[in-house]
Protein backbone atom coordinates (compact mmCIF):
# COMPACT_ATOMS: atom_id res chain seq x y z
CA UNK A 1 0.00 0.00 0.00
CA UNK A 2 2.88 2.10 0.44
CA UNK A 3 4.09 4.31 -2.68
CA UNK A 4 7.51 4.01 -2.35
CA UNK A 5 7.83 7.15 -4.57
CA UNK A 6 6.97 9.37 -1.86
CA UNK A 7 9.75 10.73 0.28
CA UNK A 8 11.08 7.55 2.83
CA UNK A 9 12.52 9.90 5.78
CA UNK A 10 11.49 13.71 6.93
CA UNK A 11 13.58 15.51 8.98
CA UNK A 12 11.24 17.58 11.66
CA UNK A 13 12.61 19.51 14.12
CA UNK A 14 15.81 17.59 15.62
CA UNK A 15 14.52 14.22 14.83
CA UNK A 16 14.81 11.97 11.32
CA UNK A 17 11.22 10.00 10.48
CA UNK A 18 10.52 7.03 8.64
CA UNK A 19 7.71 5.01 8.23
CA UNK A 20 6.62 2.21 9.15
CA UNK A 21 3.09 -0.32 8.85
CA UNK A 22 1.04 0.30 12.05
CA UNK A 23 0.67 -3.22 12.56
CA UNK A 24 4.42 -3.30 12.84
CA UNK A 25 4.75 -1.09 16.51
CA UNK A 26 3.74 -2.10 19.61
CA UNK A 27 0.16 -1.43 20.51
CA UNK A 28 1.43 0.28 24.27
CA UNK A 29 3.06 2.63 21.92
CA UNK A 30 0.17 3.66 20.33
CA UNK A 31 -1.74 3.90 23.38
CA UNK A 32 0.89 6.14 23.99
CA UNK A 33 0.06 8.50 21.33
CA UNK A 34 -3.29 8.97 21.29
CA UNK A 35 -2.85 9.83 25.13
CA UNK A 36 -0.42 12.07 24.62
CA UNK A 37 -3.48 14.29 22.42
CA UNK A 38 -5.36 13.82 25.42
CA UNK A 39 -7.78 11.03 23.11
CA UNK A 40 -9.38 8.15 25.00
CA UNK A 41 -8.90 5.52 23.03
CA UNK A 42 -7.76 2.22 25.01
CA UNK A 43 -5.14 -0.21 24.05
CA UNK A 44 -8.23 -2.08 22.93
CA UNK A 45 -9.36 0.13 20.51
CA UNK A 46 -6.39 0.27 18.75
CA UNK A 47 -6.05 -3.10 18.25
CA UNK A 48 -9.89 -3.23 16.96
CA UNK A 49 -9.00 -0.09 14.67
CA UNK A 50 -5.87 -2.41 13.60
CA UNK A 51 -8.25 -5.44 12.35
CA UNK A 52 -11.00 -2.98 10.73
CA UNK A 53 -8.21 -1.04 8.16
CA UNK A 54 -4.73 0.07 7.19
CA UNK A 55 -2.14 2.76 8.69
CA UNK A 56 1.35 4.31 9.13
CA UNK A 57 3.71 5.62 11.65
CA UNK A 58 6.43 7.93 11.80
CA UNK A 59 8.84 6.34 13.90
CA UNK A 60 12.71 8.51 15.07
CA UNK A 61 15.94 7.45 14.81
CA UNK A 62 15.25 5.07 18.34
CA UNK A 63 12.00 3.71 17.15
CA UNK A 64 9.46 5.80 19.11
CA UNK A 65 6.38 6.25 17.27
CA UNK A 66 5.74 10.03 16.88
CA UNK A 67 2.71 10.16 14.72
CA UNK A 68 -0.03 8.11 13.04
CA UNK A 69 -2.44 7.69 10.09
CA UNK A 70 -5.49 5.52 9.42
CA UNK A 71 -7.47 4.44 6.25
CA UNK A 72 -10.14 2.53 6.52
CA UNK A 73 -10.81 0.83 2.80
CA UNK A 74 -14.88 0.02 1.83
CA UNK A 75 -14.48 -1.56 -1.42
CA UNK A 76 -12.22 -0.39 -4.32
CA UNK A 77 -12.71 3.19 -4.47
CA UNK A 78 -13.84 4.71 -1.11
CA UNK A 79 -12.33 5.06 2.48
CA UNK A 80 -12.65 6.72 5.36
CA UNK A 81 -9.19 8.26 7.42
CA UNK A 82 -8.70 8.59 11.09
CA UNK A 83 -5.98 8.22 13.96
CA UNK A 84 -4.17 11.68 12.38
CA UNK A 85 -1.80 12.18 15.25
CA UNK A 86 1.03 13.87 15.51
CA UNK A 87 2.96 13.92 19.03
CA UNK A 88 2.69 17.39 20.36
CA UNK A 89 6.52 17.76 20.87
CA UNK A 90 6.61 17.60 17.01
CA UNK A 91 3.34 19.48 16.16
CA UNK A 92 2.83 22.45 13.36
CA UNK A 93 6.30 20.96 11.85
CA UNK A 94 4.54 19.01 8.90
CA UNK A 95 4.49 15.31 9.92
CA UNK A 96 1.06 15.05 9.70
CA UNK A 97 1.06 16.43 6.17
CA UNK A 98 3.68 14.13 5.36
CA UNK A 99 1.60 11.03 6.63
CA UNK A 100 -1.43 12.25 4.84
CA UNK A 101 0.91 12.79 1.83
CA UNK A 102 2.05 9.24 2.30
CA UNK A 103 -2.01 7.88 2.46
CA UNK A 104 -3.61 9.39 -0.23
CA UNK A 105 -1.33 8.35 -2.95
CA UNK A 106 -0.98 4.75 -1.54
CA UNK A 107 -4.75 4.90 -2.79
CA UNK A 108 -5.40 6.34 -5.99
CA UNK A 109 -8.54 6.66 -7.33
CA UNK A 110 -9.73 6.38 -4.22
CA UNK A 111 -12.66 8.93 -3.06
CA UNK A 112 -12.24 9.60 0.96
CA UNK A 113 -14.64 10.95 4.04
CA UNK A 114 -13.29 11.74 7.59
CA UNK A 115 -14.27 13.82 11.00
CA UNK A 116 -11.65 16.44 11.40
CA UNK A 117 -10.83 18.14 14.38
CA UNK A 118 -10.83 22.03 14.79
CA UNK A 119 -6.74 21.44 14.99
CA UNK A 120 -7.16 19.30 11.58
CA UNK A 121 -9.67 21.24 9.85
CA UNK A 122 -6.63 23.54 7.88
CA UNK A 123 -4.63 20.53 7.06
CA UNK A 124 -7.33 18.19 5.42
CA UNK A 125 -8.29 21.91 3.82
CA UNK A 126 -4.84 22.28 1.55
CA UNK A 127 -5.11 18.85 0.57
CA UNK A 128 -8.41 19.78 -1.00
CA UNK A 129 -10.97 17.91 1.46
CA UNK A 130 -14.25 19.80 1.62
CA UNK A 131 -16.60 20.49 4.62
CA UNK A 132 -20.19 18.93 4.59
CA UNK A 133 -21.51 18.94 7.98
CA UNK A 134 -20.87 19.20 11.83
CA UNK A 135 -20.80 16.08 14.31
CA UNK A 136 -21.92 16.66 17.47
CA UNK A 137 -19.85 14.92 20.19
CA UNK A 138 -22.00 14.26 23.13
CA UNK A 139 -21.18 12.83 26.54
CA UNK A 140 -21.99 11.86 30.04
CA UNK A 141 -22.85 10.28 32.42
CA UNK A 142 -26.16 8.65 31.37
CA UNK A 143 -29.75 9.55 32.96
CA UNK A 144 -32.98 7.93 32.87
CA UNK A 145 -34.82 9.67 29.80
CA UNK A 146 -38.38 10.79 30.28
CA UNK A 147 -40.79 7.89 29.08
CA UNK A 148 -42.46 9.12 26.41
CA UNK A 149 -45.31 6.65 23.61
CA UNK A 150 -44.94 3.15 23.32
CA UNK A 151 -43.87 1.70 20.43
CA UNK A 152 -45.92 2.54 17.16
CA UNK A 153 -48.64 -0.37 17.04
CA UNK A 154 -47.48 -3.72 15.14
CA UNK A 155 -44.03 -3.11 15.95
CA UNK A 156 -41.38 -4.50 17.92
CA UNK A 157 -37.61 -4.04 19.33
CA UNK A 158 -35.60 -7.02 20.11
CA UNK A 159 -31.76 -8.37 20.67
CA UNK A 160 -30.25 -8.67 17.23
CA UNK A 161 -28.40 -11.76 16.07
CA UNK A 162 -26.04 -13.12 13.64
CA UNK A 163 -29.35 -13.88 11.20
CA UNK A 164 -30.41 -10.64 11.39
CA UNK A 165 -26.58 -8.90 9.92
CA UNK A 166 -27.39 -9.32 6.48
CA UNK A 167 -31.01 -7.06 6.79
CA UNK A 168 -28.61 -4.61 9.07
CA UNK A 169 -26.04 -4.04 6.46
CA UNK A 170 -28.80 -3.53 3.62
CA UNK A 171 -30.36 -1.35 5.95
CA UNK A 172 -27.55 0.76 6.83
CA UNK A 173 -26.07 1.37 3.54
CA UNK A 174 -27.69 4.52 1.80
CA UNK A 175 -27.13 6.31 5.08
CA UNK A 176 -23.45 5.25 5.06
CA UNK A 177 -22.92 5.84 1.45
CA UNK A 178 -21.71 2.51 1.00
CA UNK A 179 -21.81 -1.10 2.44
CA UNK A 180 -19.80 -1.68 5.23
CA UNK A 181 -20.10 -5.40 5.77
CA UNK A 182 -16.67 -6.09 7.27
CA UNK A 183 -17.08 -3.16 10.18
CA UNK A 184 -20.48 -3.95 10.94
CA UNK A 185 -19.55 -7.62 11.37
CA UNK A 186 -17.15 -6.78 14.06
CA UNK A 187 -18.93 -3.90 15.78
CA UNK A 188 -21.75 -6.52 16.01
CA UNK A 189 -19.06 -8.68 17.80
CA UNK A 190 -18.33 -6.22 20.46
CA UNK A 191 -21.42 -4.67 21.00
CA UNK A 192 -25.35 -5.20 22.59
CA UNK A 193 -27.65 -4.81 19.14
CA UNK A 194 -31.32 -4.26 18.94
CA UNK A 195 -33.35 -3.90 16.09
CA UNK A 196 -36.77 -2.14 15.37
CA UNK A 197 -39.09 -4.27 13.21
CA UNK A 198 -42.61 -4.05 11.67
CA UNK A 199 -43.50 -7.52 10.93
CA UNK A 200 -40.18 -8.57 9.60
CA UNK A 201 -39.16 -5.79 8.19
CA UNK A 202 -36.52 -3.44 9.81
CA UNK A 203 -36.90 -0.57 10.62
CA UNK A 204 -34.17 0.72 12.95
CA UNK A 205 -31.31 -0.59 14.45
CA UNK A 206 -28.50 0.46 16.82
CA UNK A 207 -25.24 -0.95 18.09
CA UNK A 208 -23.20 -0.05 22.07
CA UNK A 209 -20.01 -1.21 23.02
CA UNK A 210 -17.37 -0.26 25.30
CA UNK A 211 -14.69 2.06 23.99
CA UNK A 212 -12.40 5.07 25.34
CA UNK A 213 -13.68 6.10 29.39
CA UNK A 214 -16.81 4.17 29.37
CA UNK A 215 -19.11 3.08 26.33
CA UNK A 216 -20.41 4.27 22.90
CA UNK A 217 -23.78 4.24 21.47
CA UNK A 218 -23.61 4.07 17.72
CA UNK A 219 -23.85 3.37 15.26
CA UNK A 220 -27.63 3.98 14.60
CA UNK A 221 -29.83 4.12 11.28
CA UNK A 222 -33.57 4.59 11.41
CA UNK A 223 -36.21 5.74 8.72
CA UNK A 224 -37.66 7.99 11.87
CA UNK A 225 -36.37 10.18 14.75
CA UNK A 226 -38.50 7.86 16.75
CA UNK A 227 -37.67 4.66 15.69
CA UNK A 228 -34.09 6.08 16.50
CA UNK A 229 -34.88 7.00 19.58
CA UNK A 230 -37.08 3.85 20.32
CA UNK A 231 -33.62 1.75 19.33
CA UNK A 232 -31.47 4.46 21.39
CA UNK A 233 -33.27 3.87 24.72
CA UNK A 234 -32.17 0.57 25.81
CA UNK A 235 -28.54 1.21 25.46
CA UNK A 236 -29.29 4.84 28.06
CA UNK A 237 -31.21 2.58 30.27
CA UNK A 238 -28.37 -0.28 30.45
CA UNK A 239 -25.39 2.40 30.64
CA UNK A 240 -27.54 4.91 33.84
CA UNK A 241 -25.00 6.62 35.89
CA UNK A 242 -22.31 5.58 33.37
CA UNK A 243 -20.21 7.35 31.16
CA UNK A 244 -21.78 7.46 27.94
CA UNK A 245 -20.92 9.18 24.37
CA UNK A 246 -22.26 8.85 21.26
CA UNK A 247 -21.60 11.07 18.01
CA UNK A 248 -24.77 12.49 15.82
CA UNK A 249 -24.78 14.99 13.09
CA UNK A 250 -28.53 15.73 14.42
CA UNK A 251 -28.02 18.93 15.49
CA UNK A 252 -31.50 19.62 16.83
CA UNK A 253 -35.04 17.96 17.23
CA UNK A 254 -36.79 15.15 19.15
CA UNK A 255 -33.65 13.16 18.72
CA UNK A 256 -30.73 15.90 19.67
CA UNK A 257 -33.52 16.86 22.57
CA UNK A 258 -33.21 13.15 24.03
CA UNK A 259 -29.69 12.89 23.60
CA UNK A 260 -29.39 16.24 26.61
CA UNK A 261 -32.05 14.68 28.35
CA UNK A 262 -30.52 11.85 28.87
CA UNK A 263 -27.79 13.24 30.67
CA UNK A 264 -25.49 14.04 27.00
CA UNK A 265 -24.74 17.48 26.43
CA UNK A 266 -22.10 18.43 23.52
CA UNK A 267 -18.57 18.35 24.41
CA UNK A 268 -17.29 19.23 21.60
CA UNK A 269 -17.69 18.95 17.64
CA UNK A 270 -16.02 17.84 14.45
CA UNK A 271 -16.93 18.29 10.95
CA UNK A 272 -17.19 15.49 8.35
CA UNK A 273 -15.66 16.41 5.67
CA UNK A 274 -14.90 14.48 1.98
CA UNK A 275 -12.26 14.19 -1.04
CA UNK A 276 -14.51 13.40 -4.28
CA UNK A 277 -17.91 13.09 -4.91
CA UNK A 278 -20.41 10.59 -3.44
CA UNK A 279 -19.20 10.09 -0.64
CA UNK A 280 -21.02 12.06 2.50
CA UNK A 281 -23.73 10.94 4.84
CA UNK A 282 -26.90 10.20 3.03
CA UNK A 283 -30.15 12.06 4.16
CA UNK A 284 -33.01 9.69 5.50
CA UNK A 285 -36.25 9.54 2.50
CA UNK A 286 -39.21 7.21 1.86
CA UNK A 287 -37.05 4.43 0.91
CA UNK A 288 -33.86 4.94 3.14
CA UNK A 289 -32.47 5.25 6.15
CA UNK A 290 -30.44 7.55 7.86
CA UNK A 291 -27.37 7.27 10.37
CA UNK A 292 -28.16 9.07 13.51
CA UNK A 293 -25.26 8.07 15.18
CA UNK A 294 -22.00 7.25 14.26
CA UNK A 295 -19.69 4.06 15.30
CA UNK A 296 -16.74 6.75 16.14
CA UNK A 297 -15.04 9.44 14.70
CA UNK A 298 -12.20 7.27 13.41
CA UNK A 299 -14.58 4.70 11.58
CA UNK A 300 -17.53 7.00 10.35
C1 LIG B 1 -3.95 17.87 13.87
C2 LIG B 1 -2.52 17.38 13.96
C3 LIG B 1 -2.48 15.93 13.51
C4 LIG B 1 -1.67 18.24 13.03
O1 LIG B 1 -0.37 17.68 13.07
P1 LIG B 1 0.91 18.51 12.66
O2 LIG B 1 2.04 17.54 12.52
O3 LIG B 1 1.07 19.62 13.59
O4 LIG B 1 0.48 19.09 11.26
P2 LIG B 1 1.44 19.69 10.18
O5 LIG B 1 2.62 20.28 10.85
O6 LIG B 1 1.69 18.68 9.11
O7 LIG B 1 0.55 20.86 9.64
C5 LIG B 1 -0.17 20.77 8.46
C6 LIG B 1 -0.83 22.10 8.20
O8 LIG B 1 -1.70 22.47 9.26
C7 LIG B 1 -1.25 23.69 9.88
N1 LIG B 1 -1.42 23.53 11.31
C8 LIG B 1 -0.96 22.55 12.07
N2 LIG B 1 -1.34 22.75 13.35
C9 LIG B 1 -2.05 23.90 13.35
C10 LIG B 1 -2.71 24.65 14.35
N3 LIG B 1 -2.69 24.25 15.63
N4 LIG B 1 -3.34 25.78 14.00
C11 LIG B 1 -3.35 26.19 12.71
N5 LIG B 1 -2.75 25.52 11.73
C12 LIG B 1 -2.11 24.40 12.04
C13 LIG B 1 0.17 23.82 9.50
O9 LIG B 1 0.56 25.15 9.49
C14 LIG B 1 0.15 23.23 8.13
O10 LIG B 1 -0.42 24.16 7.22
P3 LIG B 1 0.26 24.47 5.84
O11 LIG B 1 0.32 23.17 5.10
O12 LIG B 1 -0.64 25.46 5.25
O13 LIG B 1 1.62 24.98 6.23
C15 LIG B 1 -1.96 17.51 15.40
O14 LIG B 1 -2.18 18.83 15.85
C16 LIG B 1 -2.58 16.55 16.38
O15 LIG B 1 -2.13 15.41 16.53
N6 LIG B 1 -3.64 17.02 17.08
C17 LIG B 1 -4.34 16.20 18.05
C18 LIG B 1 -5.09 15.06 17.39
C19 LIG B 1 -6.00 15.52 16.28
O16 LIG B 1 -6.77 16.46 16.43
N7 LIG B 1 -5.90 14.86 15.12
C20 LIG B 1 -6.69 15.16 13.95
C21 LIG B 1 -7.76 14.16 13.81
S1 LIG B 1 -8.90 14.59 12.50
Not at 98 to 124: D, E, H, K, S
Request: glycine letters at 10%; one cysteine or more.
Amino acid sequence: MIDLKMPETLHVDAFQMRIADIVDVDLGQLHALSMAVGWPHRAEDWQCLRELGHGVVALDEIGRVMGSAMWFPHGESFATLGMLITSPRLQTNGTAKWLMQRVLAGCPGTRFRLNATRAARRLYRSLDFVAQRTVFQCQGRAHTPERTDDLADGHALRPLHAGDLDAVIAFDTPGFAVPRPLHLIRLFEDSLCYGLFRGEELRAYSMSRAFGRGHVLGPIAAFSVDDAIAVARPHVDAHIGRFLRIDTHIESGPFSSFIQQCGLPVFDTVTTMTLGEGVDYGQAGEESAALFALASQSIG
